[in-house]
């Protein structure tokens, strides 16, 4: 069973994960495109629809391995809200704030579950060495 906390994390996960996502098609599309009437950098929302599904699960394997994924929207991100210039850049620093806001929560969300298992590991080495 799940802990208020934990629920808010999960929330708080899924709801950057999807606000990235439209963060990134209005960006490449609409906001700010690298060429006008949009560029196929939208392609790059690709990677995000991938785990999405095992995120709504909850999906413990799926949120492990996006934690390391999100990782490189916050190289994006950074890259591209110091080099560019107006509009740009600030939707780079919004990617930054909820590639953070997505890897904190999962990474709580995740942190009784790596605990037990570290738990039952230690039991089984435990048994083993009887």
């Known amino acids: 069973m799940q802990t208020r906390f934990q ?9 950057s994960l999807i606000a ?3 963060l990134c098609v209005a960006w490449e599309l609409v906001l700010a495109p ?6 196929w950098m ?9 785990p999405l599904r095992g995120i709504l699960k909850r999906n413990i394997y799926t949120m492990q ?22 509009l740009s850049a600030t939707l780079g620093w919004v990617e ?13 969300f995740l942190r009784p579950y790596k605990q037990e298992a570290k738990r039952i590991a230690q039991q089984a080495i435990q048994k083993a060495s009887k």
Not at 7 to 15: K, R
Not at 34 to 39: A, D, F, K, V
Not at 42 to 50: G, R, T
Not at 96 to 108: D, G, H, S, T, Y
């Open 34 to 39: 690298l060429r006008p009437g949009g560029s």
């Open 42 to 50: 939208v392609l790059k929302v690709l990677p995000l629809l991938l």
């Open 96 to 108: 930054v704030a909820l590639v953070c806001v997505f890897f904190v929560c999962i990474v709580l």
């Open 65 to 86: 391995w996006s934690s390391m994924l999100i990782l490189l929207y916050f190289t994006e991100g950074i890259v591209r809200a110091t080099s560019d210039k107006g």
């Open 20 to 22: 990235l996502i439209l």
């Open 7 to 15: 629920q808010g994390c999960y929330f708080g996960a899924t709801i």
